[in-house]
Nanobody, 124 residues
Framework: QVQLVESGGGLVQAGGSLRLSCAAS????????MGWFRQAPGKEREFVAA????????SYADSVKGRFTLSRDNAKNTVYLEMNSLRPEDTALYYC?????????????????WGQGTQVTVSS
């Protein structure tokens, strides 16, 4: 079990960049597949990106490919989501999630640990 806390959200102009961080507590962070989800008002929570335990493999939603980069630093128990070329449609509450295991997954139900979310607002 890990506790997750997101940070780094804020207000940014379209075309700008932002880096989100997710700090995990616990001794088994390196055993967790980590993912990011987002939820905009009136919409379902959607998959954004996920990263393998070692950080060697990543998966991205089509909507963010080429713009977002997911990485992790297991020594710091932290996962990062660097967001570039932000668009107004990226505006959402972003959640960090963890799944104990090895397989990268994109379904909400497959993740067992969740952060409280951090708000990202992109103005036009």
């Amino acid at each position: 079990q890990v506790q997750l806390v997101e940070s780094g959200g804020g207000l940014v102009q379209a075309g700008g960049s932002l880096r989100l961080s997710c700090a995990a507590s616990g001794r088994t962070f390196s055993n967790y597949v980590m993912g990011w989800f987002r939820q905009a008002p009136g919409k379902e929570r959607e998959f954004v990106a996920a990263i393998s335990r070692s950080g060697s493999s990543t998966s991205y939603a089509d909507s963010v490919k080429g713009r977002f980069t997911l990485s992790r630093d297991n020594a710091k128990n932290t996962v990062y989501l660097e967001m570039n070329s932000l668009r107004p449609e990226d505006t959402a509450l972003y959640y960090c999630a963890g799944r104990y295991g090895t397989v990268i997954v994109s379904r909400r139900s497959d993740y067992t640990s969740w952060g409280q979310g951090t708000q990202v607002t992109v103005s036009s």
